[in-house]
C-alpha cells in the first residue's frame, strides 16, 4: 500500500521567517510526487517533481525531489500571511490507467503577522 | 479551458436520509473522475475512481457508492447517512498524468 508521511503536522511562524516542509513516501513504481496548496477549499497544484535533484520554483516557492531517499522537501521563503494553508503531499506510481494520488496528512502552516 | 463544477457547497443532513453529490467537467474527454474525502482538514482519503462511463473503482469500503452516467459526470450517493459520513468531499479530475488533478470546490457534509 502506497504510504505519504508529512511533517511537521503543524508549524507557527512569522512573516519574512523561512519554512521547510517534509514529505517522504513509500510507493510501488514511484511516477511522482505532487505538493499542493489547500486554503478554505479545493487544493491548488503547487509542484510536480518527477526526477530527483531537480528543482522547482515559483516565486518564493521552491521543492525538490530525492528518490534514492524517497522524500521531498517544499521551502518558502520570506513568507507572507497568505502562505497560510495546509500543504498536501501526494505521490502517484505508474500502474496502469487509473493514475491514483495518494495524499499525505498535510501540513498545517500559519503565518502570524 | 477545463472547467470542474461541484455542488452543493455546503449539506446538512439527517442520519439515515439519502445523498446524492454530483460532479461535472467542461471542456475535456474521457476524464479520470475520483471522489476523496477530507475528514478534519486533513489528509485526503480517496473513495471512489472511474477512467470512463459505467466503470468505478472503489477504494474503501463504507455506506456510499458512486456512478458515472455520462461521460463528464460523477455522483456520489448514499441510501442512509451514517454520522461518520461527515466531511468535506473533492471531486477531481485528471486526462494527463503529468498533470495531477484538478479539483472541485468541494462540499462540506454534516450529518445530524
Redesign the interface.
Known sequence: EDKVVQSPLSLVVHEGDTVTLNCSYEVTNF??L?WYKQEK?????LF?LTSSGIEKKSGRLSSILDKKELFSILNITATQTGDSA?Y?C?V?NSGG??????????T?LTVNP | SQTIHQWPATLVQPVGSPLSLECTVEGTSNPNLYWYRQAAGRGLQLLFYSVGIGQISSEVPQNLSASRPQDRQFILSSKKLLLSDSGFYLCAWSVLRVSGYTFGSGTRLTVV
Do not use: E
Open positions: 511516477r511522482s505532487l477549499k479545493a487544493p491548488t497544484f510536480m495546509v498536501l501526494a502517484s490507467s487509473n493514475y491514483k494520488l495518494t495524499f499525505g496528512k498535510g498545517l
